[in-house]
């Protein structure tokens, strides 16, 4: 039976699908079909009629169809009494929804898709009413994919910026809508001025102005008016020219010298230009640039100083825009230069500077150049202003020097005003030449001494400078006497005689003249230093004092002083200095109770004769040191009263000493026989050197050097042995026990001692410290009559001048009657005790020291010699545990 029904509803719903096709047939002839538009992805409201014709009647079933699909693609049944729905799964799916609260009907279908595009209809099925249909066209709005930005080549443009271009250029654009249903309306806008309208695809083209600046071009693509339009914005950059360069303040003068800044402005330029500074074609390099926050105005500042070359040259400002075709732009004017007057000050016409002689006319001329003009124009010489008198014109812009001498000669300046300021010319050195002229017109001294040569300039003023000189002699002897001849200004002169002392003279000669008045050089005898007149000692210590020595004649030479310094008790040199003045302080002396000090002065011919003086210094305090309870103090009477007494103490000690020294001496009438025959040679040898003097000196003139004789005569003689004694002479055992003086009580310096002979050589002094000018080689004869001059007779003055009869420092010599050095004489030993055959080796051995100048006993061989001595006949005296002592004689 159920089937039996479903077969009926079956048949009666195909006879009525029949029915209603034959009917759609006849409403689709006669209705019209409705236009939807939807874009993609959004929503669509189809509607539908569902109105029954008759009143009272429902809807039982509405059917919806898509062209292109057999069967319906949503439907909607009420004829249950329940609403049903159903959507076509492969088509609409669950994006479609059927509303019939609303008026008309609505089909929604979300999230179109681009295949929901087309005709629909609608087919609404009544319980009474007859069926309607709606037909519905569907368009799916689908907007382009994206926009393509093509340039003046075709090129598609990427990015948001194109260019730069250069202003005035012609650009063409064009815009295409790409996809898109239905085709898209494509236009070019700026801002809100609309360029170009097209479909699909749209062209602009513009040319570039500052006006356009910045140029931001919008291609847009419209759809549908209900979809968002799709856009492209487009900026074109470009290169601007500047609106103007120019120098700010235009052309001014400018002053020489004075620093200025100028300034160049360049405005409305894009990019920023690239600015220089020009001076003619010289480009400058002192500038700095500056930017404006905004950017437009572009400022160089030039510093420069001007300079007079500068005048009438044109500066000029030049901006150049990097890669920008026809971008210079350049403002300049001719530069107008103010200056402080420029004097050029030259010789007259027909004067040439390198000839003007003594006593010509001199024209000088001054041009000044100015601006503004100069108002005053004056001269000047050496710094002076040059005023108009005694043979010196000066007119407005010259200046004559009539009959110019050789003080003319110097540097002259031109001096011009204007309202800036004075300016001065370069110096104009106007060289006068003349003839050589002395320098000095009196004449110069010479000191020489006999056998010396001197060096004498020929100093002379002259312009030129002379090319010969001419030497000549004149004195007492000779009227004139021809030297020399020489190209140099200096000649050296020997004194070989006295005869040769006397005016040497000299001229010069150049290329003006000769020299008229020669120049005078007077020789002058050249001698040794006097000896030092007094010697003032004060400040004297234990071991410091002061001299003040007041000089004698200096020789005609400047003379220098020399201090020697020795011990009395040894004769060791502590002390050995020179000076300008004849003042010292000795000090470091120590040790010792008395000094000896030998001041010398020394020129360079040689030294004087020594002033010698004793110094007596002062106790040193002594200390004693020791546990008492008793403080005593001793009064300065108290003082002077021992000090009295050991003065008488000392002297009673020494003369004791001297009489047994003359009592142990031989007599006076029994000489040895050695000195006998020294006599004897001595005598022979002197009247040898008189009679030799007497034939070579025949000049008498005290103040002339004597040459230096040939004759050379050498003398060695010896000093009495340190130990002597008397042959059957026998002095008393007492006294000379208690006199007797040791070997080891005596020094002798500063001379060689040989340690091997019993007797002592003595060499000469050595006096290798002073400079090599003092230690001339002596006349013989002289060294002779050093030797003997005690055994001359009291007139001896036709052997040898004055001032050779003074002894030389160079050379000590001792004689059997003579003891320079005072040595203290050995007492001679006791003949009966001592025999002479042994003689030699009671002479103690000498032991010389070079670097101190001392002379040392040997004690070993000393004790060695006295070991014979009785215990009880002995000295009781200290002696040193070291081998070699020196002991210094109170």
């Not at 020489?256 to 405005?267: I, K, P, T, Y």
């Not at 004449?443 to 004498?456: D, F, K, P, Q, S």
């Amino acid at each position: 039976m159920l089937k039996f029904r479903i077969a009926c509803c079956v048949m009666f719903a195909v006879l009525q699908r029949c029915a209603e096709s034959q009917q759609d047939v006849i409403i689709e002839e006669s209705a019209s079909i409705e236009s939807v538009h939807a874009a993609l992805g959004r929503a669509a409201e189809l509607p539908c009629d569902v109105t029954p014709a008759l009143a009272h009647d429902s809807v039982a079933l509405v059917i919806w169809y898509k062209q292109g699909h057999n069967t319906p693609v949503y439907t909607f049944d009420t004829r249950d009494g329940v609403d049903t729905h159903w959507s076509d799964p492969a088509t609409l799916g669950a994006r479609a929804s059927f509303r019939t609260s609303t008026t008309p009907a609505l089909l929604v279908l979300t999230k179109i898709r681009p295949e929901d595009s087309g005709q629909y209809r609608c087919r609404v099925d009544f319980i009474k009413s007859p069926t309607k249909n709606t037909r519905l066209n569907l368009t799916v709005l689908i907007p382009p994919e994206r926009l393509v930005i093509l340039d003046q080549d075709g090129e598609e443009f990427r990015g948001n910026a194109m260019g730069p271009f250069d202003e005035g250029t012609r650009v063409n654009l064009t815009c295409v809508a790409i996809g898109g249903r239905p085709a898209a309306r494509v236009s070019w806008w700026q801002s809100h001025a609309l360029l170009a309208n097209s479909e699909s695809r749209a062209s602009v083209s513009f040319t570039l102005q500052r006006d356009l600046y910045p140029a931001t071009l919008t291609c847009q693509a419209v759809t549908d008016p209900s979809i968002t339009p799709l856009s492209e914005n487009v900026t074109i950059d470009m290169n601007l020219y500047p609106l103007w360069v120019r120098i700010i303040g235009g052309a001014r003068p400018l002053v020489a010298g004075r620093g200025v800044e100028l300034v160049c402005q360049a405005v409305g330029a894009r990019p920023h230009p690239t600015m220089s500074w020009w001076k003619g074609a010289t480009r400058l390099h002192t500038i700095r640039e500056k930017v404006s926050p905004d950017g437009n105005v572009t400022s160089s500042i030039l510093t420069i100083v001007p300079t007079v070359e500068d005048a009438g040259r044109v500066i000029s400002c030049r901006s150049v825009q990097q890669n920008l075709k026809h971008s210079v732009r350049e403002d300049g004017w001719q530069m107008d230069i103010q200056h402080v007057p420029i004097p050029k000050l030259k010789l007259g016409a027909n004067l040439d500077p390198d000839n003007i002689m003594e006593g010509s006319d001199v024209y000088l001329e001054c041009s000044v150049r100015a601006n503004p003009p100069h108002e005053h124009v004056y001269f000047t010489y050496n710094g002076v202003v040059v005023k108009g008198s005694g043979g010196v014109l000066v007119s407005r812009q010259s200046l004559v020097l009539q009959r110019v001498s050789r003080q003319r000669a110097g540097a002259y300046v031109c001096v011009s005003r204007n309202s800036l300021g004075e300016g001065s010319s370069d110096p104009l050195h106007l060289d006068v030449k003349f003839s050589p002229v002395c320098s000095k017109r009196e004449g110069t001294a010479l000191r020489a001494a006999r056998g010396e040569t001197v060096t004498i300039q020929c100093d002379v003023d002259a312009n030129p400078m002379p090319s010969s000189f001419r030497w000549w002699f004149n004195s007492s002897t000779y009227s004139e006497r021809e030297l020399s001849s020489s190209t140099g200004n200096s000649y050296r002169y020997r004194v070989n005689s006295s005869s040769e002392y006397g005016w040497v003279q000299c001229s010069g000669t150049n290329s003006v003249g000769r020299q008229t008045e020669p120049c005078l050089f007077h020789i002058l005898p050249a001698d040794r230093p006097s000896a030092v007149q007094s010697c003032d000692i004060n400040n004297v210590t234990h071991d410091c004092f002061m001299i003040d020595c007041s000089p004698g004649y200096d020789g005609g030479l400047s003379q220098e002083f020399l201090l020697q310094v020795y011990v009395v008790e040894n004769g060791a040199l502590i002390a050995n200095r020179t000076g300008l003045a004849g003042q010292w302080r000795v000090c470091n002396v120590s040790g010792a109770e008395s000094v000896r000090v030998s001041v010398y002065a020394y020129n360079r011919v040689g030294l004087s004769e020594p002033h010698t003086v004793t110094v007596g210094l002062l106790e040193h305090p002594q200390r004693h040191t020791g546990v008492s309870a008793v403080s005593v103090q001793l009064s300065a009477v108290l003082v002077s009263v021992l000090c009295a007494v050991s003065v008488l103490v000392c002297i009673g000690t020494l003369a004791t000493f001297v009489l047994c020294y003359r009592h142990c001496q031989p007599r006076r009438g029994e000489k040895p026989e050695k000195a006998k025959g020294r006599d004897e040679s001595t005598k022979d040898l002197l009247e040898d050197k008189s009679e030799a003097k007497d034939e070579k000196h025949s000049d008498t003139n005290p103040d002339i050097i004597p040459v230096e004789t040939k004759q050379s005569i050498s003398v060695t003689e010896t000093a009495q042995p340190l130990l002597s004694h008397s042959h059957g002479h026998c002095c008393d055992r007492s006294i000379c026990d208690q006199y007797v003086v040791r070997p080891l009580q005596y020094h002798v310096h500063p001379y060689n001692i040989d340690a091997n002979s019993p007797s002592l050589s003595l060499e000469p002094l050595d006096l290798s410290y002073l400079p090599s000018e003092y230690r001339l080689p002596h006349d013989k004869v002289y060294e002779d009559w050093l030797r003997y001059k005690n055994a001359l007779p009291m007139d001896t003055s036709n052997l040898l001048p004055p001032h050779q009869m003074v002894p030389q420092p160079h050379t000590i010599y001792s004689s059997i009657k003579r003891n320079p050095l005072k040595l203290v004489k050995m007492p001679e030993l006791d003949p009966c005790r001592l025999e002479v055959p042994n003689y030699p080796r009671y002479s103690p051995s000498l032991q010389l020291n070079p670097e101190n100048n001392t002379a040392r006993f040997n004690n070993a061989q000393i004790n060695e010699t006295l070991g014979s001595l009785n215990e009880h006949e002995r000295p009781q005296q200290n002696q040193p545990e070291t081998a070699n002592t020196t002991h210094t004689q109170r």
